[in-house]
């Protein structure tokens, strides 16, 4: 689920002070930018919202979101979001912290009713901010790729599109619950368990990515809170934020606005689940996302409404040891250091990206001008795709944000 793009740093010299008649005229050349890049065709779909830490500024649609009707993609497209679902894992695990169902410094398996241990380190215990940071020492291993999806509609997987995926699909008639899942992959007594299954590191030692270990975040806050990862989500952060157009699942959605996915040859790829839902699963539209964005912003000034203000700061806190930005940094390796479940860029960006099949998602704002931007894309990123449109989208971005001094 991770976007493992170089992505040329495109270096903006100028800044100017903007009246308010000079923003929306930046705004006007973005949209004129966007639009044209649109017409390229590799990436069928694309929305784009930049916001402030009081509204969104901007947000729309370009191309289609299902290119056989021609239906446009709108601010109301919905699409997964792919792994900046997991950043809703952290600020979910702070507010089970507020209220006293959890601890992050507990060990996992005081809330967990099966054990994980590295089987290298049995005497050190995991503990949850561990996972929250990648630090868990849980390897996802080729397995979570074929484990993890599984296909709506059974029939689909005669499907063209799917054929040469590296995710291999599963269908729902075999399909395990997560907390099963998480069990046969981690347990010593799981179908699944291996012990390359976990990085030969003391926990909390070594960042490494996980989609498991970030899925099993969070069924430690569900057996804490006593309440599945959808509810708890929805009750203290999707309904409170009026994301009244998202959900987890597509029985909680309106799928006539859920968006068509094309894989890197232009095929529709089939409608898709994942066991793992909390890592990866988030099905919303850029008015959404963008609330949500703009909490996270309130939430790093101080003025956040989900979480008391120490809660933030612990979301924002960089957890791992401090490293020199290479020359030629990416602006979007998120990798670079970690909050809880928050990505921190060579750039000082702070936010994450997210990959599944046919989409791709890029939530991230800049701390110095207090601007964020999302960008959502149904199709699969690939080399034409990235170096002809993702390239053009993330400059014409930069060159508007660059050209503000707020």
């Given at each position: 689920?991770?976007?493992?793009?170089?992505?040329?740093?495109?270096?903006?010299?100028?800044?100017?002070?903007?009246?308010?008649?000079?923003?929306?005229?930046?705004?006007?050349?973005?949209?004129?930018?966007?639009?044209?890049?649109?017409?390229?065709?590799?990436?069928?779909?694309?929305?784009?919202?930049?916001?402030?830490?009081?509204?969104?500024?901007?947000?729309?649609?370009?191309?289609?979101?299902?290119?056989?009707?021609?239906?446009?993609?709108?601010?109301?497209?919905?699409?997964?979001?792919?792994?900046?679902?997991?950043?809703?894992?952290?600020?979910?695990?702070?507010?089970?912290?507020?209220?006293?169902?959890?601890?992050?410094?507990?060990?996992?398996?005081?809330?967990?009713?099966?054990?994980?241990?590295?089987?290298?380190?049995?005497?050190?215990?995991?503990?949850?901010?561990?996972?929250?940071?990648?630090?868990?020492?849980?390897?996802?291993t080729g397995l979570y790729d074929k484990k993890a999806y599984y296909l709506i509609n059974k029939n689909d997987l005669s499907s063209e599109a799917i054929k040469g995926q590296?995710?291999?699909?599963?269908?729902?008639?075999?399909?395990?619950?997560?907390?099963?899942?998480?069990?046969?992959?981690?347990?010593?007594?799981?179908?699944?368990?291996?012990?390359?299954?976990?990085?030969?590191?003391?926990p909390g030692t070594k960042y490494e990515y996980s989609n498991v270990g970030a899925t099993l975040a969070a069924q430690v806050l569900e057996e804490a809170?006593?309440?599945?990862?959808?509810?708890?989500?929805?009750?203290?952060?999707?309904?409170?934020?009026?994301?009244?157009?998202?959900?987890?699942?597509?029985?909680?959605?309106?799928?006539?606005?859920?968006?068509?996915?094309?894989?890197?040859?232009?095929?529709?790829?089939?409608?898709?689940?994942?066991?793992?839902?909390?890592?990866?699963?988030?099905?919303?539209?850029?008015?959404?996302?963008?609330?949500?964005?703009?909490?996270?912003?309130?939430?790093?000034?101080?003025?956040?409404?989900?979480?008391?203000?120490?809660?933030?700061?612990?979301?924002?806190?960089?957890?791992?040891?401090?490293?020199?930005?290479?020359?030629?940094?990416?602006?979007?390796?998120?990798?670079?250091?970690?909050?809880?479940?928050?990505?921190?860029?060579?750039?000082?960006?702070?936010?994450?990206?997210?990959?599944?099949?046919?989409?791709?998602?890029?939530?991230?704002?800049?701390?110095?001008?207090?601007?964020?931007?999302?960008?959502?894309?149904?199709?699969?990123?690939?080399?034409?795709?990235?170096?002809?449109?993702?390239?053009?989208?993330?400059?014409?971005?930069?060159?508007?944000?660059?050209?503000?001094?707020?």
């Amino acid at each position: 689920m991770r976007i493992c793009i170089r992505i040329a740093l495109l270096l903006i010299t100028s800044s100017t002070l903007f009246s308010q008649d000079g923003i929306q005229q930046t705004l006007q050349l973005l949209d004129n930018d966007l639009e044209k890049i649109s017409k390229v065709g590799l990436i069928k779909g694309y929305g784009v919202a930049i916001v402030s830490k009081d509204s969104t500024l901007f947000a729309k649609g370009y191309g289609l979101s299902d290119v056989e009707s021609g239906t446009p993609y709108t601010i109301n497209t919905l699409q997964n979001i792919g792994s900046v679902s997991k950043t809703l894992i952290g600020v979910a695990l702070l507010k089970a912290q507020e209220m006293g169902k959890l601890n992050l410094n507990d060990p996992i398996n005081k809330h967990l009713d099966f054990e994980v241990i590295n089987p290298s380190y049995k005497n050190d215990p995991i503990l949850i901010w561990h996972l929250a940071t990648h630090t868990g020492t849980i390897n996802d291993t080729g397995l979570y790729d074929k484990k993890a999806y599984y296909l709506i509609n059974k029939n689909d997987l005669s499907s063209e599109a799917i054929k040469g995926q590296s995710e291999e699909f599963q269908t729902l008639d075999n399909k395990v619950t997560m907390k099963d899942y998480l069990e046969n992959f981690l347990s010593t007594d799981g179908i699944w368990y291996r012990k390359k299954n976990f990085v030969k590191k003391k926990p909390g030692t070594k960042y490494e990515y996980s989609n498991v270990g970030a899925t099993l975040a969070a069924q430690v806050l569900e057996e804490a809170t006593e309440m599945s990862y959808d509810e708890f989500t929805q009750q203290y952060i999707l309904t409170p934020l009026r994301m009244k157009s998202s959900g987890w699942s597509f029985d909680t959605i309106d799928k006539n606005q859920h968006s068509k996915l094309y894989n890197d040859r232009s095929q529709e790829l089939p409608n898709y689940s994942l066991v793992t839902y909390p890592d990866g699963g988030l099905i919303t539209n850029l008015m959404d996302f963008s609330a949500y964005l703009t909490e996270l912003m309130k939430g790093y000034y101080g003025e956040g409404t989900l979480l008391k203000k120490e809660s933030y700061t612990t979301i924002f806190d960089e957890r791992l040891p401090k490293k020199t930005s290479p020359k030629k940094a990416n602006s979007y390796d998120d990798e670079f250091n970690s909050g809880i479940f928050m990505g921190y860029t060579p750039k000082g960006y702070l936010g994450h990206t997210g990959s599944d099949p046919g989409i791709s998602s890029f939530m991230f704002f800049d701390p110095e001008l207090k601007i964020g931007h999302i960008i959502m894309l149904n199709t699969s990123l690939y080399g034409d795709a990235v170096d002809q449109q993702l390239i053009p989208i993330l400059g014409a971005i930069r060159a508007t944000l660059y050209a503000w001094d707020f």
